[in-house]
Structure formats: C-alpha cells, structure tokens
C-alpha cells in the first residue's frame, strides 16, 4: 500500500474565482497519492490549466508536468495586471461551445474569427482546439481542463455584452477589431460585391438608397449600410468604451 502524501496550495488573484465562497484566500491542504502531476491535482481543486500563468513549488517555477511530493508549498497565479495572454493577433481565433452563440455573433460583428455550432460535443471542440490552435470560450471549467484544450477562457458572467467585453480585457483586443469583416452567421470573412450583381436579390428601397455592398461566400447573405448598420455601430462603441 502507497503511502499518502500532503502537500499545502495557494491559489491568488482571479484563480479565488475557482474556490467556493468558504475557502476563498485561505491555502488548501490536499492529500493525495504519490506520482500525482501538478496539473492534476491543481484540477482537481477546481482551477482549469488555462486559466493559469504560473506555478511555483517551494518557490521555484515549475510545469504543469511536475509531480508534487510530500509537504511541498504550491503557490498558484493568474496573469499579472496588464498582462495579456495574447501577443500575436493571428492566433486571436476562437472557438465557442454550444450555449455562447450570441457572444459568438458579437466577436464575427468586431471581426474576429470565432468557429460555433450548436450542435459541437466536449470532443469535438476539444479537436478543433488542439487541430486549429483556437482558444475555447466556454462556462464548463472541466472542459478547459482536457489535456488537448492549450488556450482557453472560463467566462465569469453568463451576460453576452458582458460576455464580449471580458474577452476583450483578457485578450486585449481592442487593437485589432475590424467591425463588419466577417458574416455573423456563418464567420467567413466578406467580400464587396457590385450593386448590379444582387439587384435581383435586393428589396426595392434598399435598391433605391444604398449603393455600397458586401457579401459572404459561404452562406451567400448581403450586408449593407442600413439602420441596422448604425444600430451595431452604436453598439460596438459603448463596449469599446468598456473594453
């Protein structure tokens, strides 16, 4: 029979957020069996592997593939203030699970690529994940916690526009949005498309008063800059303003 070893955790900054109400701020005893990396039995407290920037045992840094001995101290971060988990704009790809398709809508709507389906299962989104190099937004920490999920993000609120706007602190997006690129139904990026081309398609006042055009090649749907233009403009200045 192994003998079971105890080790102290201490989770800081915004990983309290995995922590029930009770044992916020307080370390976290843990006995467990020898072998045990640290990725797990950090897990296995609640904080998903994305969600952390680094790991110091006895005050060194570790990986999450060290294995935690008997009275080890492990001490648990979030990103420091300002630090962006993010640098380079071409992996700001993303992919959504099942119940975050308006925040999905809201991402295409600021140009970003943002893959969803309501009909994705845990084992799909973690392939594409681990296939395609997005990040998963999602509110199932344990789907976060999957060996094939490298980036990814447990959002706080359950509130799309607040949804959108934490994606954007964490991942500093507001230098790269480009509003109106993609379609927001399917997230292929648009392409200007001639008035004459789509007259047949248009209603006879939008016919009359806009002349500019876009359309989406995948799903063939037609963008122009009418009052629903000016709405999602207004709308995408007040979260800027929140960003």
């Given at each position: 029979m192994s003998i079971l070893r105890t080790a102290n955790f201490v989770f800081h900054g915004a990983l309290q957020d995995f922590r029930p109400d009770s044992e916020r701020n307080l370390p976290v005893q843990l006995t467990f069996q020898p072998g045990q990396t640290c990725k797990h039995l950090v897990e296995s407290l609640g904080a998903p592997h994305t969600e952390i920037a680094q790991?110091?045992?006895?005050?060194?840094?570790?990986?999450?593939?060290?294995?935690?001995?008997?009275?080890?101290?492990?001490?648990?971060?979030?990103?420091?203030?300002?630090?962006?988990w993010e640098s380079d704009p071409a992996r700001l790809r993303f992919v959504l699970d099942n119940h975050l398709g308006k925040l999905a809508v809201y991402l295409r709507m600021l140009g970003f690529d943002a893959v969803y389906r309501n009909d994705f299962d845990d084992q799909a989104l973690a392939e594409i994940c681990q296939e395609q190099g997005r990040i998963l937004l999602t509110r199932?920490?344990?789907?976060?916690?999957?060996?094939?999920?490298?980036?990814?993000?447990?959002?706080?609120?359950?509130?799309?526009?607040?949804q959108v706007i934490e994606v954007?602190?964490?991942?500093?997006?507001?230098?790269?949005i480009r509003p109106f690129d993609r379609c927001m139904g399917c997230n292929t990026p648009?392409?200007?498309?001639?008035?004459?081309?789509?007259?047949?398609?248009?209603?006879p006042l939008?016919?009359?008063?806009?002349?500019?055009?876009?359309?989406?090649?995948?799903?063939?749907?037609?963008?122009?800059?009418?009052?629903?233009?000016?709405?999602?403009?207004?709308?995408?200045?007040?979260?800027?303003a929140n960003f």
């Amino acid at each position: 029979m192994s003998i079971l070893r105890t080790a102290n955790f201490v989770f800081h900054g915004a990983l309290q957020d995995f922590r029930p109400d009770s044992e916020r701020n307080l370390p976290v005893q843990l006995t467990f069996q020898p072998g045990q990396t640290c990725k797990h039995l950090v897990e296995s407290l609640g904080a998903p592997h994305t969600e952390i920037a680094q790991v110091r045992v006895n005050g060194e840094v570790v990986d999450f593939s060290y294995q935690v001995r008997d009275g080890d101290q492990v001490e648990v971060y979030p990103p420091g203030p300002g630090q962006l988990w993010e640098s380079d704009p071409a992996r700001l790809r993303f992919v959504l699970d099942n119940h975050l398709g308006k925040l999905a809508v809201y991402l295409r709507m600021l140009g970003f690529d943002a893959v969803y389906r309501n009909d994705f299962d845990d084992q799909a989104l973690a392939e594409i994940c681990q296939e395609q190099g997005r990040i998963l937004l999602t509110r199932d920490r344990r789907l976060l916690m999957r060996s094939q999920v490298q980036r990814g993000y447990w959002l706080r609120s359950k509130t799309p526009r607040l949804q959108v706007i934490e994606v954007a602190r964490r991942y500093g997006l507001q230098a790269h949005i480009r509003p109106f690129d993609r379609c927001m139904g399917c997230n292929t990026p648009l392409q200007p498309v001639k008035k004459e081309d789509i007259l047949h398609r248009l209603q006879p006042l939008t016919r009359l008063y806009f002349d500019d055009y876009s359309i989406c090649p995948g799903c063939e749907r037609i963008y122009w800059k009418g009052s629903h233009y000016q709405r999602m403009s207004g709308f995408i200045e007040e979260l800027k303003a929140n960003f």
